[in-house]
T-cell receptor, first 115, second 113 residues
């Protein structure tokens, strides 16, 4: 069974600070996909990033970066130089390759960026 | 570019009433899903379908029914609404070989009083 754990619930930062969100996952599949979604106050789900289990290369995309480590089953996400518009709930999610694209979500991190 | 469309966006139900949340997608996706999101929680899978005529239970199916008579539509039926079904409901779609890319609707806010 697939499981995603996001330990922190609410994180407050002052604008321009960096914020890192932790995600730990469990799966028995060797092929899987990891995601981060953003849910702003308006409620919709915004896709941010996706990584497959064969690609541990960490990348930076604008102010977003992620750290994927299979050895520790972690997929952490960092927002650099946070802005007020980054205030949202962020979800980590896992989808197994043999699971018909079903997603397992973590409970989410509420990020509050203080101006 | 309609994508995944859900209706209604907001609804208040009385305990014991029934209703159907509509979901349609125009991307010819085989896979469709219904998730619910309770306050302060992540999304949980209610039901999913891998094609017309095929549906299967997810993590929290009790109190709901679905049908998939066409590729485009995947309605979610709530029978005998209960306060525990107060939630935000998301419909989503995907297709095999998409790299597990999921397309979400904008959500439906349901309150049962």
């Amino acid at each position: 069974a697939q499981k995603v754990t996001q330990a922190q619930t609410e994180i407050s930062v002052v604008e321009k600070e960096d914020v890192t969100l932790d995600c730990v996952y469990e799966t028995r599949d060797t092929t899987y996909y990891l995601f981060w979604y953003k849910q702003p106050p308006s409620g919709e789900l915004v896709f941010l990033i996706r990584r497959n289990s064969f690609d541990e290369q960490n990348e930076i995309s604008g102010r977003y970066s992620w750290n994927f480590q299979k050895s520790t089953s972690s997929f952490n996400f960092t927002i650099t130089a946070s802005q007020v518009v980054d205030s949202a709930v962020y979800f980590c999610a896992l989808s197994e390759a043999r699971g018909n694209n079903r997603l397992a979500f973590g409970k989410g991190n509420q990020v509050v960026v203080i101006p | 570019n309609a994508g995944v469309t859900q209706t209604p966006k907001f609804r208040i139900l009385k305990i014991g009433q029934s209703m159907t949340l509509q979901c349609t997608q125009d991307m010819n996706h085989n896979y469709m899903y219904w998730y619910r999101q309770d306050p302060g929680m992540g999304l949980k899978l209610i039901y999913y379908s891998v094609g017309a005529g095929i549906t299967d239970k997810g993590e929290v199916p009790n109190g709901y029914n679905v049908s998939r008579s066409t590729t485009e539509d995947f309605p979610l039926r709530l029978e005998l609404a209960a306060p525990s079904q107060t939630s935000v409901y998301f419909c989503a779609s995907s297709y095999p070989g998409s790299g597990n890319t999921i397309y979400f609707g904008e959500g439906s806010w349901l309150t049962v009083v």
